[in-house]
């Protein structure tokens, strides 16, 4: 069966400092992956999401990046944190079969303060 | 393009009673739709999914959706609410496109009072 995995489970940061989280997928190959925010008393806010190695897509431009350096690992990063990074973030994947029937399955989220 | 409202930002039940939670959906094409439930620091865990089969959707934890064309809606309901059903739930359709991201709702927060 399929898994994800995101960590740390919560973080705290200085503003200005950097950020790296990490999501990973066991038990499936070449899957669609995907970022999102939850601010609070928010919906959910795609950030990137990535259909195969290298490639990204971004939906909001802000001082976040992601990447994608093997297949089932998906990263996301920033060199310098504000004060409105703050929230929940939440990696998910997918396996497209066509048809507009794509189901995502989310990971545990990471919960970021940035003081 | 494809869009989900949902009806209610914040619905009240008491433990027993009926739970309805509205969506209406937009779409140019017949879609598929879903809801997730998320739960107090927790990620977002599927409950049902309509992909044109059956209207009336069968999902986890007693809960069921009907997507009815001609509203355009696709309302989730249980038929007795209980404590831990307490949880932020999500309206979702997914584009007929592939790979391209899924279209959320901004959510309704479901509070069980005892």
């Known amino acids: 069966s399929q898994t994800i995995h995101q960590w740390p489970a919560t973080l705290v940061q200085p503003v200005g400092s950097p950020l790296s989280l990490e999501c990973t997928v066991e038990?499936?190959?070449?899957?669609?992956l995907y970022w999102y925010r939850q601010a609070a008393g928010r919906g959910l806010q795609l950030l990137f999401y990535?259909?195969?190695?290298?490639?990204i897509s971004s939906e909001v431009p802000q001082n976040l990046s992601a990447s994608r350096p093997q297949d089932r690992q998906f990263i996301l990063s920033s060199k310098k944190l504000l004060l409105s990074d703050s929230g929940f973030y939440l990696c998910?994947?997918?396996?497209?079969?066509?048809?507009?029937?794509?189901?995502?399955?989310f990971g545990p989220g990471t919960r970021l303060l940035v003081l | 393009a494809q869009s989900v409202t949902q009806l209610d930002s914040h619905v009240s039940v008491s433990e027993g009673t009926p739970v309805l939670l509205r969506c209406n959906y937009s779409?140019?094409?017949?879609?598929?739709l879903f809801w997730y439930v998320q739960h107090p620091n927790k990620g977002l865990q599927l409950l049902l999914k309509?992909?044109?089969?059956?209207?009336l959707v069968k999902g986890i934890n007693g809960f069921e959706a009907e997507f009815k064309k001609s509203e355009t809606s696709f309302h989730l309901t249980k038929p007795s609410a209980h404590m831990s059903d307490a949880a932020e739930y999500f309206c979702?359709?997914?584009?007929?496109?592939?790979?391209?991201?899924?279209?959320f709702g901004k959510g309704t927060r479901l509070s069980v009072i005892a």
């Open positions: 998910a994947w997918s396996q497209y079969r066509g048809g507009g029937q794509e189901t995502q399955y």
């Open positions: 038990g499936t190959s070449n899957p669609n």
């Open positions: 990535s259909v195969g190695i290298g490639q």
């Open positions: 779409s140019s094409y017949s879609p598929s």
């Open positions: 309509y992909t044109s089969a059956a209207t």
């Open positions: 979702v359709v997914s584009p007929p496109s592939g790979n391209t991201p899924l279209v």
